[in-house]
């Protein structure tokens, strides 16, 4: 299993006039946290795509529990709890500063071949380094 931990603070313009943040945000927080996770797998979004694979969101859930307020520092985990295939899943928490859970959520990517527009399996270059993070032993 491949694990992560990605820290962010809510900005003043991400809450709403209530004092939240914003629900619409944590897509993008998320965001942030995914790509941290592939940058400790050793790649950047950047040369992925350079490498001519897409990866689009093919979904994303997510359950609010409680909200985070402006300049709360967020603590997201973002766990891959089995090896991508055509379809590569991250799940989320994201907990506060006092460690209350805030939200879970995933969001379900999907490896498309630049060239041909067509979901393809991951490139071997990229599973020999995800491959690390769940072998045992």
Known sequence: M????TKIRVR??????????????????YEVARVETL???????????????LLPVLDFTIQYKKPAFYDDELT??????????VRFTFHY????EKK???NTGSVTLVFVDRERNKPCTPPDWFMDEVE??????
């Open 2 to 5: 491949l694990r992560s931990e």
């Open 12 to 29: 003043y313009g991400e809450t709403d006039r209530m004092g939240y943040a914003y629900y619409g945000n944590y897509a993008q927080y």
């Open 39 to 53: 940058r400790k797998i050793g790649f950047s979004y950047k040369e992925i795509e350079d490498k001519g694979i």
């Open 76 to 85: 997201i985990i973002t766990t891959v709890k089995e090896l991508p295939g």
């Open 93 to 96: 928490e994201c907990f506060n």
């Open 100 to 102: 209350e859970l805030l």
């Open 132 to 137: 690390k993070y769940f072998t045992h032993g």
